[in-house]
């Protein structure tokens, strides 16, 4: 099945439906930015701009099909839970891990 995330106007609040019926409160802080976890792998960035309406990107790739209708986000995929938190860039942006020597032996003999 799927789920659809629909922010309620004039709140900080989503409704999601499908799948998974709740409601969800958006930890609104300074930065407008949010992020919801989809148990599929799907990470989407929510920003409110300044007339309390919401923009979605998708920040990873998950087994779903993602689909924005309007200022709503369709998840085509069965999912079994989500979460919504504050924006953190370390979670978004992945670190690039540093290059391993392919010959390790023959480095150190090359110093």
């Known amino acids: 099945m799927c789920v ?3 922010p309620i106007s004039e709140s900080v609040r989503l409704r ?12 609104y802080e300074n930065d407008e930015r949010f992020l919801v976890g989809l148990s599929d792998g799907t990470l989407l960035l929510g920003y409110y ?3 309390l309406r919401c923009k979605w990107e ?4 998950g087994a779903g099909i993602v689909r ?12 079994e839970w989500l979460t919504v938190a504050a924006f953190d860039p370390q979670v978004v942006e992945l670190a690039n891990p540093p290059a ?3 010959f390790p032996d023959l480095d150190r ?3």
């Open 4 to 6: 659809l995330i629909l």
């Open 16 to 27: 999601v439906t499908g799948d998974v019926e709740t409601v969800l409160t958006v930890p």
């Open 49 to 51: 701009d300044e007339h």
């Open 58 to 61: 998708v920040a990873r790739d």
């Open 68 to 79: 924005f209708e309007g200022d709503a986000v369709r998840v085509e995929w069965r999912v």
């Open 100 to 102: 391993l020597p392919l």
């Open 109 to 111: 003999w090359a110093a």
